[in-house]
Nanobody, 125 residues
Framework: QVQLMESGGGLVNVGESLRLSCTVS????????IGWFRQRSGRARAGVAC????????DYSDSVKGRFIISRDSAKETVYLQMNNLQLPDPAVYYC??????????????????GGQGTQVTVSS
């Protein structure tokens, strides 16, 4: 069974950066992608970024495109989300997830499996 554990959240000021990490264990060959989602208080979980396991291609939501970068270190079984130029709309609990679906690039929760507790990101003005 796949296990996911997020870390790296914290409090930063507007314009600063954070790097989130997601350790994945039990990953199997039938998984197609790894993604990052976030959930703001009172809102549904929303997709932020995803990375294809097969070719390393990436997709991002419009709200983070150009600021966030998803990457993977296969040897460490870790996926990262580099978040640059953090803004006031970015605070949320961030989750990583994996997908077996060919529709993973839609960045919709229904296509992903979640397992971690998430990590809190807070941005101060």
């Amino acid at each position: 069974q796949v296990q996911l554990m997020e870390s790296g959240g914290g409090l930063v000021n507007v314009g600063e950066s954070l790097r989130l990490s997601c350790t994945v264990s039990g990953f199997t060959a039938d998984y197609r992608a790894i993604g990052w989602f976030r959930q703001r208080s009172g809102r549904a979980r929303a997709g932020v970024a995803c990375l294809s396991v097969s070719d390393g291609s990436t997709d991002y939501s419009d709200s983070v495109k150009g600021r966030f970068i998803i990457s993977r270190d296969s040897a460490k079984e870790t996926v990262y989300l580099q978040m640059n130029n953090l803004q006031l709309p970015d605070p949320a609990v961030y989750y990583c997830a994996i997908s077996r679906s060919e529709n993973y690039y839609y960045l919709l929760s229904q296509y992903y499996h979640f397992g971690g507790q998430g990590t809190q990101v807070t941005v101060s003005s």
